[in-house]
């Protein structure tokens, strides 16, 4: 059976670009072509998820499809989120569900069942702490897939929490990273990362360069660069010494590129995103 990390980094050494696209879409947000054509407000949310998939396909090895987009319209927003899902995985690209996904015993081991058979990889909640993290470990193993926990989020609002010093010297972020390295351990694969990885922020690199010593067998997914403000240093410090072990992601910036321009053409627009993104990502590692 494969291994998710073995996998990822194949593909991003395949086609030179550790960059992952978000898919968010937001029916304000889309082309206004893509808007008039659609029967409903589902469907021109699946019609642009499936050109964004096509647009970005030949350039980055993965995706991540937000689910919440999907799961506001119920149980067929959820049967769009699993077709966008098989069609990115059909055009050779791995999945990652951003579902955040948390809780213990039997309920994590149902969410795990549920949020990963869709998708190769998925964000769960580190909140839990151990009996919520090896649930969704064990399935991930079982079935060659990954995994990503929240340990440091680029939203402001998460240093209320995440920067709050232990009675140890260390942070909330730190701690909860010790762990992942710690429930890691077990699932490291050839490459010499684990199937577990981290959610670590673009928008602190002090802290990322921190984390990064605390668990270099965790692929970081790196969200933050591009519109929520992370720049080139807070890129580079997510990265080990040898440019591996890192997935940056973009979504507004990308899959919103059109904006401004020629609506008509917005697939070529995000295609371009696509590209510039794995330069600029390509140039802050060279």
């Not at 919103?256 to 802050?284: E, H, K, R, T």
């Amino acid at each position: 059976m494969s291994h998710f990390a073995d996998q990822l980094l194949e593909s991003v050494a395949a086609k030179a670009a550790p960059v992952c696209v978000g898919l968010d879409p937001v029916l304000a947000k889309l082309p206004d072509p893509v808007r008039r054509a659609a029967d409903s407000d589902l469907d021109a949310i699946a019609t642009f998820s499936l050109g964004v998939v096509e647009a970005v396909a030949p350039h980055v090895p993965c995706v991540k499809i937000q689910s919440a987009c999907y799961e506001r319209f119920g149980e067929v927003g959820v049967a769009v989120y699993h077709r966008v899902a098989a069609m990115a995985r059909e055009a050779g690209l791995l999945v990652i569900g951003d579902a955040k996904r948390g809780d213990i015993g039997v309920t994590a081991e149902h969410y795990a069942v549920a949020g990963l058979d869709p998708v190769d990889a998925l964000t769960i909640n580190s909140y839990f702490g151990r009996d919520g993290i090896e649930p969704f470990c064990k399935h991930a193993d079982a079935t060659g897939k990954g995994l990503f926990a929240l340990v440091r989020t680029s939203n402001p609002g998460g240093d209320a929490i995440q920067s709050l010093q232990l009675a140890d010297g260390r942070t909330v972020a730190q701690a909860v990273g010790a762990l992942m390295a710690e429930l890691g351990e077990p699932y490291v694969g050839d490459s010499g990362y684990s199937l577990l990885g981290a959610v670590v922020g673009a928008t602190k690199p002090g802290d990322a360069a921190a984390l990064r010593k605390i668990m270099p067998k965790q692929i970081f997914l790196v969200p933050g660069f591009g519109a929520q403000g992370g720049g080139a240093d807070d890129v580079r410090a997510c990265f080990n010494t040898d440019g591996r072990g890192a997935i940056i992601t973009a979504s507004r910036s990308v899959i919103y590129a059109f904006a401004g321009g020629d609506a008509a053409q917005w697939q070529s627009s995000v295609q371009q995103a696509a590209v510039d993104l794995c330069q600029q990502v390509g140039a802050i590692l060279a």
